[in-house]
């Protein structure tokens, strides 16, 4: 964990915020300033995955920052009371908030590219926080977690005004067309719609999360006991499921690897979501922002390729994990669903039966002949 103490990030005093030395009596994890206690969270953190750690790291770091500069106080005096006026810094952010600076050790770091929104955005962060302050309660580095009883708001936001996370039929018959016009197109390269059409037959193949695509290589294909092969994932929690191949992605993995002058399925490191440049000679992987970036790009194509303005704008906001969700509701219509958390990697059913919903497309016709 190479992280820089908070002391040299914030332009503070080395040992940050000193305590007295009786409270390690009562304190599990022996730090005795908050550079030390945020070392071993995000230690703690990176034990789950590095997006995981990439994604704790920065909104603690943002938090401290604002604790440290506008409040002058340590993580041991923050209060709810504390948190509300951080959630409400976040979601109206003043204008050296979005600029170089805010970082004394980090002069050029841009915290921040925009306020953070009401509902699921701002979720995300009391999530983090929640992690963070529980693992300093549960350590008797603090007394009690003032996150507890922040109030999320995403869930009612999101009823009938956020994206549905899935393609509906038409609408995943527009992808697949869209795949087909990539390679019609002027625009687009051969190179980047086979790119493209890999990278989408894996995700959707194996209902993969972003982080899973981007962590991953062909190193992590093996051959099954009763042939055939699998991909090996370790997926969110650190759990590790294995991922049959059929035969047609197979074909697609081969075909790709051998247009780039990659011979065979697996036995290297080469990416599950690949860069399109060489470094010296070797074909990289996509980071997290990479991927969600160059999804973000295959997105607006499939809007520019549409006639209708509604479907346009639902593909200009779908995110990458869409694609996962698709994939999940897809085999749900032929898998039990003890079956499908076994794929998907879901500690409990109850999180999977979110893909067992009966289609609108279904509904209207089992309603066509409901009337007085």
Not at 76 to 84: I, M, S, T
Not at 92 to 109: I, K, S, T
Not at 168 to 187: A, D, V
Request: contains cysteine; positive net charge; proline residues 3%.
């Amino acid at each position: 964990m190479n992280l820089p103490a908070l002391s040299e990030l914030l332009n503070l005093p080395g040992s940050d915020h000193q305590y007295n030395p009786s409270s390690l009596s009562t304190d599990m994890t022996g730090a005795v300033n908050d550079s030390e206690i945020l070392t071993l969270f995000l230690n703690k953190s990176a034990a789950r995955s590095n997006e995981t750690l990439r994604r704790y790291e920065r909104e603690i770091l943002r938090f401290s920052a604002w604790l440290y500069q506008d409040i002058g106080a340590s993580y041991k005096e923050v209060r709810l009371k504390h948190l509300q006026m951080y959630l409400h810094h976040i979601q109206n952010l003043p204008d050296r908030w979005l600029e170089q600076g805010v970082l004394p050790g980090q002069p050029e770091r841009i915290l921040f590219k925009a306020s953070i929104k009401p509902g699921k955005s701002t979720d995300q962060v009391i999530d983090v926080l929640s992690s963070f302050f529980s693992f300093l309660e549960k350590n008797r580095y603090t007394l009690g977690n003032p996150a507890v009883s922040l109030i999320r708001s995403g869930e009612k936001l999101a009823r009938g005004t956020s994206t549905i996370r899935f393609f509906h039929e038409e609408e995943w018959q527009h992808l697949l067309n869209c795949l087909e016009l990539q390679t019609q197109s002027e625009h687009v390269s051969k190179s980047e719609s086979a790119r493209t059409r890999y990278i989408i037959m894996l995700g959707y193949s194996l209902g993969l999360r972003e982080s899973e695509m981007t962590e991953h290589s062909c190193n992590d294909i093996h051959p099954g006991i009763e042939g055939g092969y699998f991909l090996s994932i370790l997926g969110k929690g650190r759990k590790r499921r294995q991922l049959p191949l059929n035969n047609k992605l197979i074909e697609e993995i081969r075909a790709f690897r051998h247009s780039v002058q990659c011979e065979g399925l697996s036995g290297d490191n080469f990416p599950l979501a690949p860069r399109t440049r060489r470094i010296q000679g070797k074909i990289g992987g996509l980071s997290s922002r990479g991927l969600r970036f160059w999804w973000q790009s295959f997105m607006d194509f499939c809007a520019s390729e549409s006639d209708n303005s509604q479907q346009a704008t639902r593909f200009k906001v779908m995110p990458f994990h869409a694609l996962r969700h698709t994939a999940l509701t897809h085999l749900a219509r032929h898998m039990k669903i003890e079956d499908l958390a076994i794929f998907a990697g879901h500690d409990s059913i109850n999180t999977t039966s979110q893909y067992y919903h009966t289609e609108a497309k279904r509904l209207k016709q089992m309603t066509e002949t409901h009337f007085l």
